[in-house]
């Protein structure tokens, strides 16, 4: 028989005759696990085939992103193109050039006189009941109707008889000639309708004709900008006088695209100019200027006001995004250099309740919501702070794809690229949800996971099937582990076989006779411990943690409890070698255990400058008070003879209260056991009433032991109950 291992060693022992297998050997055996093999590899290759095809599918969903990307792109630079050939082929036609010369004259002729205070009224009560409300609420400031009428008197001319007719532009659009004989109304008569036709051919919000000196002289819709002049009138800071200015300066029919702005005259809503100059050639009968003297001539500014929704609808596909192939949740938008949108969001305009819920949530300011709603889109109110936005202002990469969390808080694959229109500076991109765009992805692991599960399934059969074959003698061997589990050290096994599972129950055998011999020291260990436990806690609490119970507890309604403080002990000990202090330290506890011995109270605990300690907790006592007090006579001497031998002066501070306690184990790794509850630290309480060291007791114990000891008032403390008054025991 060889020897046990010693403890910490983990080589096998030696077998006694070892054998070489003669049949087939347990490592032939493992070899059908083989199977195990074959069920890696059906992993391998349908996790290398999900990658595969997830990348696949995610590749072309990027791929399908950047094709609308491009598309989109392409549509609103060619919407641009257009608008700007048009408006450059316009300022071009014989129609509008003569126009441009016969409103320029026409304005400067009803230039002369003033408005009457009643006519100036009446231009007043338009902007007062029309227009300045709702511009103060977009612009958030306030406004007098005088500070955005016209400065010139041909300016306040026309607003009267035109502009401050009627609130509805449909009717100012179709408006005659108001009758007052003027040169301008004429000209108007002449040239409108042509004008109309161009605006409704061309959907534009209104088109402009400004004369070399910034005066707006003319307006299809004669909304509140005809006759302001856009170098000094009260729109002055606006991009389309800043437009017009590069327009007067340009040496060819340049066209200028402005990007979006908050117009006043268009109510405040976002708007966006296209400005080309305007040249008169001198045709036969025509002359470009009054006196005939000039053939060719710069006479003014065309300014075509380009309306919010065809932009929108080149973006949006005219809200067909599904059709065009983004989905439930993918939309085109455009992002000015300010990383504001230019265009209109998907959520806004489909669902505006859940867009507002939706960007609350992701930290959007509610002011920018409510400024959303009140403009009624997302261009110039939508801020779009995102990585993909930092990338494309920033030209890191100029163009390309990136995982983004979107202005909408949600995952999104977004593709970006800058948007080729001269002077806007504005970024296209293309998003859709990763959820909706892997969804293929998502579908394919799916059917891949499905048929793993189910090769793994038939492989799985197969293996438990073979795996009968060959376990039977190993379940012999295990059903004799478990009755030694159980306790039956005597077991042994058929050791006959002659391969390893024959080597294993021979080591077996040989564990047996090991764990007999180790049993013994274990018993032998096991009184020790038992002993050390029953010094740690009381005996029925030591019962039941050697019982295996978590909740190690015991609530007593009457216990005595004494808390003693030692003081002058960190004096005392200051020059001495931790060894001495120990010593002299074990020295004093060991008298206070001794007393508690003789007077039946139970020590709970001991650290350096205290002990606590109970009567009536383990033994229920009718005298537990008395017991306690008795045991803090006890200590206070146990001190003063430790003074006399040792030359200390060493002094007691001890509280006792009666009560309700409870104790339990409280770190069952460590073996804390504690005491607590209101006697416990009533007595803590206690001890700390009196000036000078002694034994101070509640009004509990002193009531009770009034007829047996002597008691002086020392003080009151308040507890929960009140007032109580504390009590110092007098010593002979």
Not at 70 to 97: A, C, K, P, Q, Y
Not at 182 to 191: G, L, Q
Request: proline share 4%.
């Amino acid at each position: 028989m060889p020897e046990s291992l010693p403890q910490g060693e983990t080589t096998p022992p030696t077998l006694v005759n070892p054998r070489r297998p003669t049949g087939l050997s347990i490592q032939s055996k493992l070899l059908i696990m083989m199977l195990g093999v074959s069920l890696a590899a059906s992993a391998f290759i349908g996790i290398f085939g999900y990658w595969n095809g997830r990348n696949a599918l995610e590749a072309a969903a990027l791929d399908q992103l950047t094709t609308i990307r491009e598309m989109r792109s392409g549509e609103i630079e060619r919407f641009f193109e257009t608008v700007t050939n048009d408006v450059n082929i316009d300022s071009n036609l014989m129609m509008v050039r003569q126009a441009s010369v016969a409103f320029n004259q026409a304005f400067k002729k009803i230039s002369a006189g003033e408005l009457t205070n009643a006519q100036l009224g009446k231009i007043e009560d338009f902007y007062k009941e029309n227009f300045i409300d709702q511009i103060e609420e977009h612009l958030g400031k306030k406004y007098s109707p005088r500070a955005l009428m016209p400065t010139l008197p041909g300016g306040r001319y026309l607003q009267y008889h035109y502009t401050a007719s009627s609130n509805d532009y449909p009717t100012k659009l179709a408006m005659g000639n108001p009758g007052d004989g003027s040169e301008w109304s004429a000209v108007r008569d002449k040239y409108h309708s042509h004008f109309t036709q161009l605006v409704e051919s061309m959907e534009y919000e209104d088109f402009l004709l400004l004369d070399t000196n910034g005066n707006v002289v003319y307006s299809v819709y004669s909304g509140p900008d005809l006759g302001t002049n856009v170098l000094s009138g009260p729109f002055r800071e606006s991009k389309l006088a800043e437009a017009y200015e590069q327009a007067l300066v340009s040496e060819t029919s340049e066209v200028i695209v402005t990007d979006y702005e908050w117009y006043p005259p268009s109510y405040d809503q976002p708007t966006l100019w296209v400005l080309t100059p305007i040249r008169c050639v001198a045709d036969e009968g025509f002359t470009c200027s009054a006196d005939g003297s000039d053939e060719s001539v710069l006479t003014g500014v065309l300014a075509a006001q380009v309306q919010l929704g065809q932009i929108d609808s080149v973006m949006t596909g005219e809200n067909g995004w599904e059709a065009q192939g983004l989905g439930e949740t993918g939309e085109v938008y455009l992002v000015g250099p300010d990383a504001i949108m230019r265009s209109g969001s998907r959520l806004f305009i489909s669902n505006p309740e859940q867009y507002r819920k939706q960007l609350l949530g992701n930290g959007t300011a509610a002011a920018t919501l409510d400024a959303v709603e009140l403009a009624n889109t997302t261009v110039l109110t939508q801020p779009v702070k995102t990585k993909s936005v930092s990338e494309a202002l920033n030209r890191a990469p100029e163009s390309g794809t990136i995982v983004d969390v979107d202005y909408t808080g949600t995952e999104s694959i977004v593709a970006y690229a800058p948007v080729e229109v001269d002077g806007l500076g504005w970024f296209i991109f293309a998003r859709i949800d990763t959820e909706e765009a892997f969804r293929g992805a998502t579908d394919f692991a799916r059917v891949v996971i499905v048929s793993l599960l189910f090769i793994c399934l038939l492989i799985s059969m197969l293996s438990i099937v073979l795996a009968r074959v060959f376990t039977r003698p190993i379940e012999r061997l295990a059903v004799a582990v478990h009755r030694v589990s159980q306790g039956e050290l005597n077991v042994q096994v058929d050791d006959n076989s002659q391969d390893e599972v024959g080597d294993l129950a021979r080591s077996f055998n040989e564990m047996g006779e090991s764990l007999r011999l180790k049993q013994q020291l274990v018993d032998e260990q096991t009184e020790e411990n038992e002993h050390l436990l029953h010094s740690l806690m009381p005996v029925p609490a030591a019962r039941k943690y050697r019982d295996g119970e978590d909740h190690i507890a015991v609530d007593r309604p009457d216990v005595a409890v004494v808390f003693a403080e030692l003081i002058g002990f960190d004096d005392y000990a200051a020059n001495m070698s931790s060894e001495d202090e120990i010593s002299r330290l074990r020295q004093i506890i060991t008298g206070f255990n001794d007393a508690a011995e003789r007077t039946g109270v139970e020590p709970m605990r001991t650290l350096r400058g205290g002990y606590l300690a109970s009567s009536g907790l383990v033994t229920p006592r009718v005298d537990s008070a008395y017991r306690a007090v008795e045991f803090a006579e006890e200590i206070v001497a146990v001190v003063e003879r430790f003074n006399a031998q040792a030359g200390a002066n060493l002094r007691l501070r001890v509280g006792v209260d009666t009560g309700r306690v409870r104790s339990g184990l409280i770190d069952r790794t460590k073996l804390a056991y504690d005491l607590w509850g209101d006697a416990v630290a009533l007595a803590y309480r206690v001890h700390d009433t009196g000036e000078e060291p002694g034994i101070f007791v509640s009004q509990a114990v002193q009531e009770r032991l009034a007829d047996t000891s002597n008691f002086v008032a020392a003080g009151t403390l308040e507890t929960k109950n009140g007032t109580e008054t504390v009590y110092e025991v007098e010593r002979p």
